[in-house]
C-alpha cells in the first residue's frame, strides 16, 4: 500500500521532549533544587462539584435497565445542544441546536474539520500559533501562508488584501500569545473572508477568560461571521476538562460553499466517522452550563486570572514588554537582554528553577518571546514569579 | 474556498431513516399493534456493576485536587494498554502497551487510520458490509473492489490472486452476516496481503461473541498478520460500551510500509488531532478486563448468544438458510419465498410487527437476505420469534 507521503513532511515535535529532556538534566544536576512548571497549558483545579455529581449520578444511570443508554445521536445529546444554545444567548449569538457538533474536545474537531476541505486551498495561519493549525494541515498537503504577529500589531495580525487564503485560522484569546481581537479587528478578518470566499476557522478555547465586556466572546458577535466561519470551543480551559474531554464546533447553516452548506458536509463527516461523546461526559457537560456549574468555574478561573496577575504584576514592574495575562491565562513576553527563547529558557531553569514555554517552538516569529501560563496553585505561581523578579533585575 | 467534492459521490444513507419511515406509517396505521424491534445493533443490557463503580470512582477522583487528572497520553493510560495486553496475552497474542491506541470508539478508529494511506491506493470490501468502510474511502477518493459474498462461500469471501489490492477490509464476526473466519481462511488473507505488500484492517468488534475455541478472536493468532494487520476493537458489544464510547486499536511495531513503521504514522496522526479518552471512561474501561468484568460481561454476553439460538432454532426448524448466531449476535437469513429484502421487511412488520433490517442495505450482495440481532430483552425476543415463526409457515 502507499502511504500519506505528506506526513514525511511533518517536523517532529520537539518542543515539549526538548523541555522535558532539559528539565531532566536540570534535576540529575540538581537533585535538591526545587521546580516550578509554568510551562504546559493544561488545569490544575478538579472539576466544579456540580460536574462531578452530574458524571457520578450518569455513571449509575448507566447501571440500571431503565435509565441504560446506548448509541447517542454522533452530534451529541439534545440536552447539552440545548445548554449551549443557552450559553450562546447570553452572548446574543442566536444557534440552532442543528448547528452544534458536540466532541472530545476542540483538538479532534480542528483536525477533524479539515475533513469537509479540498486538498487544493491556500491556508493562512499566524505565527505564532498553536502548532496542531500547522501540522494538520501539511498531513493533507495544503499550501501554508504565514501572517506574521510581532510587537508593532501586539501579536493581533490583519489581513492583507494583497494575499489570497482560502481558510483561515484566528486563535482569540490567543494560544501562546495571550492577545485578544477586538470587535474592529475581527470585523476586517470577516469582511475579506467574505470577499474571498474564504472560510474563517475560530478557535475560541479561551473565550471563558475574557473579562473586558467590549471584546468579542465568539465570531458570531461580529456581524457577517455566520456566512464565512466555523467556531471551535472546548470545555477544557472553560471548566477544566483537559481530561475528562469534551468539546463543540458550530458549524452554522447560513454557511455555504457555493451552493453546499458546510453544516451538512460536517454532518456526514460526523455521523460516518464518529460516534458520539460518552453519556456520561455529556452529562458533566451539561452541568457546566447550569447556573450553578457557571458559577462554580467562574471562581476557578478567577483563580487563574489572579495567577496571570501576579505575574503580569513582575514584568510590567520589570518594564518587559508583554501581552496576555488580562483576559487570557498565557503570559507571552520578550526576553529580557535580547535572549534567544530558549537561552532565556536555560536562564530561568537554571538560575530560578522556573519552566516555561520558549516562544520559538510556537512558529518563527516566536524566536526572543517567552510564555508563562496562569494554570498553576497560588502558592508556586507567587514562588516562580520572586524568582522572575529576581532574575529580571539582572538585565 | 473548495469543498472535498468526493463529498458529492457519497450516497445519502437511507437504511435506517427509510425503516424509521416505514415503522413510524406502520404506527399511524395501526396505534393497538405492538412492535419489536430486532433492527439496530445496539445492546440493551446495562454496564456490570464493576464498571459503574470504576466511573463514579474515577469521577469522584476529578473532583479532588490530589487524584484531578488533566491531558493524559493521546494513545490512553498506561493502566488500561496494560489490561489491553494481558487480554491478548490471555488469546496467546504478545502486545506491548505502544502498539495500542485506546480511542472513543472502533468507527472513529476506522476512519482516522485512512489519513495514513494515500489517496492513491485499491480498497478491497467485502459485500455486504459495515457500511462505513465503503462511505470513509469514498470521502478520500479511492478506488474501491468488492470481495462478493454469498451462499456459496457462507458469506466469508476469500482473496482472488488475479485481483491487486492495497488496503482490504475484514470484519470478523461479520456484521452484518455473523460469519466468522476460521483460522485457515484468515491465513489465505493475510498471506495474500504479504504477497501483495497490501494492509488488512481487521475489525474484530463482535470477537467477544465467539464461542468456538477454535475459532480466531484476534487476526495476530495468524501467522505473519503482525507484518500486515491493523487491528480494530471496540467495548461497544463486549461490554455495552455503545453510549460510553471506548475502542482502541493495535498497530504492531513489525507493521511496515517500505521501511516506515505505521504505527510510527498513526501516533503521528493521533497526538496531532486527538486528545484521548476521558480519564473517567478510561477507568470503566479498565473494570472491564478486571476477572470481576469479564465474568460479568460474559453473562450479558451468553444473554444476548441465548437470544440469538431461539432466533436461530425457530429459522432451522423452518429450513431458511442462515448464517451467524452461534459466534456472533447477528443472524443474517435467506428471505423465504425469493422475497427481495425490502418486500420481506414490508411482510415481517405488516403480518408480525418486527422490525428488522434489510440485507440489501449493507451492499448489492445483501439482496435477497435479512438481519436480525440478539441485541433485545428475552420475552421480545420469544415473541418475535413465535411470529416469525407463524410467517414463515405460509411459505
Redo the contacts between chains.
Keep these: ?5 505528506n ?2 513532511n ?1 517536523k517532529d ?1 520537539y518542543l515539549f521532549s526538548k523541555i522535558a529532556q532539559k528539565v531532566s538534566e536540570y534535576k540529575t544536576q540538581n537533585p535538591s533544587k526545587e521546580i516550578i512548571r509554568l510551562g ?1 497549558g ?8 456540580v ?2 455529581r452530574a ?2 449520578a450518569a ?2 444511570e ?4 431503565e435509565t ?5 445521536e454522533e452530534q451529541g445529546y439534545s440536552f447539552l445542544r440545548q445548554a449551549l444554545c443557552g450559553y450562546y444567548k447570553n452572548k446574543n449569538v442566536l444557534l440552532e441546536e442543528t448547528e452544534i457538533f458536540v466532541s ?2 476542540a ?2 474537531d ?3 474539520i479539515l ?4 486538498a ?2 491556500t491556508v493562512l495561519i499566524p505565527d505564532p500559533v498553536y502548532p ?1 493549525y500547522v ?2 494541515n501539511i ?1 493533507c498537503g495544503r499550501k501554508i501562508i504565514y501572517a506574521a504577529g510581532g510587537v508593532e500589531n501586539n501579536f493581533l495580525p490583519l489581513p492583507d488584501k494583497n494575499i489570497k487564503a ?2 483561515i485560522y484566528l486563535c482569540s484569546p490567543n494560544n501562546p500569545t495571550g492577545a485578544v481581537y477586538d470587535k474592529a479587528s475581527l470585523k476586517l478578518w470577516v469582511d475579506y473572508a467574505l470577499q474571498n ?3 474563517i476557522l475560530f478557535d475560541g478555547a479561551y473565550e471563558a477568560f475574557i473579562r473586558d465586556k467590549d471584546l468579542p466572546t465568539s465570531i458570531y458577535q461580529i456581524e457577517g461571521a455566520k456566512k464565512c466561519a466555523i467556531e471551535f470551543c472546548s470545555l477544557s480551559k472553560t471548566a ?1 476538562f ?4 469534551c468539546g463543540y464546533t458550530i458549524v452554522p447553516h447560513e454557511l455555504l ?2 451552493d ?1 452548506p ?1 453544516n451538512k ?1 460536517y454532518l ?2 460526523q ?11 455529556q452529562r ?1 457537560a451539561e452541568a457546566v452550563f447550569s447556573p450553578e456549574g457557571l458559577a462554580q468555574n467562574k471562581e476557578n478561573i478567577n483563580y487563574y486570572m489572579a495567577n496571570a496577575q501576579i505575574i503580569a504584576a513582575a514584568l510590567g514592574a520589570a518594564d518587559i514588554w508583554f501581552t496576555g495575562g488580562k483576559n487570557s491565562p498565557y503570559i507571552w513576553f520578550k526576553c529580557p537582554g535580547k535572549l534567544s527563547s530558549w537561552d532565556f529558557f536555560d536562564k530561568l531553569l537554571g538560575e530560578a528553577g522556573v519552566v516555561g514555554t520558549p516562544g520559538v517552538g510556537f512558529g518563527a516569529q516566536g524566536e526572543g518571546f517567552f510564555r508563562l501560563t496562569a494554570f498553576g496553585n497560588r502558592e508556586n505561581i507567587i514562588k516562580a514569579t520572586e524568582k522572575l523578579r529576581a532574575l529580571l533585575l539582572k538585565f
Design positions: 500500500m502507499n502511504i500519506n507521503k506526513y514525511l511533518l515535535s504546559i493544561d488545569v490544575t483545579l478538579p472539576l466544579a462539584p460536574v462531578v458524571m457520578s455513571a449509575q448507566m447501571g440500571r435497565a441504560f443508554r446506548g448509541y447517542g472530545d474536545g483538538k479532534s480542528l483536525g477533524n475533513d469537509i476541505f479540498d487544493d486551498n496542531a501540522d494538520t498531513m482560502d481558510i470566499a474564504a472560510v477544566g483537559t481530561g475528562t474531554r460553499a457555493g453546499v458546510l458536509f456526514r463527516r455521523t460516518t466517522k464518529f460516534n458520539g461523546v460518552s453519556y456520561i461526559v458533566g
